[in-house]
């Protein structure tokens, strides 16, 4: 074999190497980049899925939070109350009331500790203290916004400054002694999204009506004269007394009977001579 012809052996043996080489590099190269645009499309996917969760978590946030401030929950007469006014009214009656009874609140009943809509109203198995609570929340309210609309209605004015700084005072005074800011305490009372700005309208609204209830008494009380005439006419009405009796069977010993018998003969003979 001729040198020129070896030569020309050795570059094609030559070349046909690097060409694998450059050739499995490429496949490397496009292994690579497959499994780079595999990774990018789940990462898409991934951030996808996240920023749906995000949006859906701040939609359901948003609308929860349009529903107890806008919506109307229910209706009394021409006013749409919203779920915040209700919560207020609520939590107002339901503190008034262990205010009330304090540590007799369980001796009728009520347990703090037990979820109000799963205890049972006693005398009423169809109630629970949930409904007994949303029964009295709902009154007050009618009975707030009737007064509140006459008062309107006649032109009552009334400054609530005064009596609304007492009530802000109070509860400061209270979440100070809970340990937690005022904006907590709103909360912890009232529910959430419930803030002293958004609680305040309620609050003007109540001292409103509760002033003109109290106008309404001063100016329908009766003189003193009219009061004393009329006790003088009515005394039997009023000059009563409230009693209970109780009987009471006792069993005695016959022998102590007749033993206190014999001694209270003695004492008469005794005191007869």
Sequence with gaps: MSKEKQTEEQSDKVVTRYERRVEKRKKEEEKERRSWKRFKLASIVVLAAVAV????????????????????YFQVGDHDVTRLEYNYYFNNVYSNYLSMYGSYASMMGLDTTTALDEQTYPGNENMTWKDYFDQSAVSQLQQIKAMADEAEANGFEYDSAEDLAAYETEIAAQAESASVTENDYYTLMYGEYATRSRI????EENLYASAYYNHLIEENQPADEEIAAYYADNKDSYDTVTYRSFYFEVDTDPEESDASEETSASEETAAAE
């Design 53 to 72: 969760a995000i949006v859906f978590s701040l939609g359901t946030s948003f609308y929860s939070r349009y529903t107890v401030l806008n919506k109307t």
């Design 200 to 203: 305040e309208k309620f609050v």
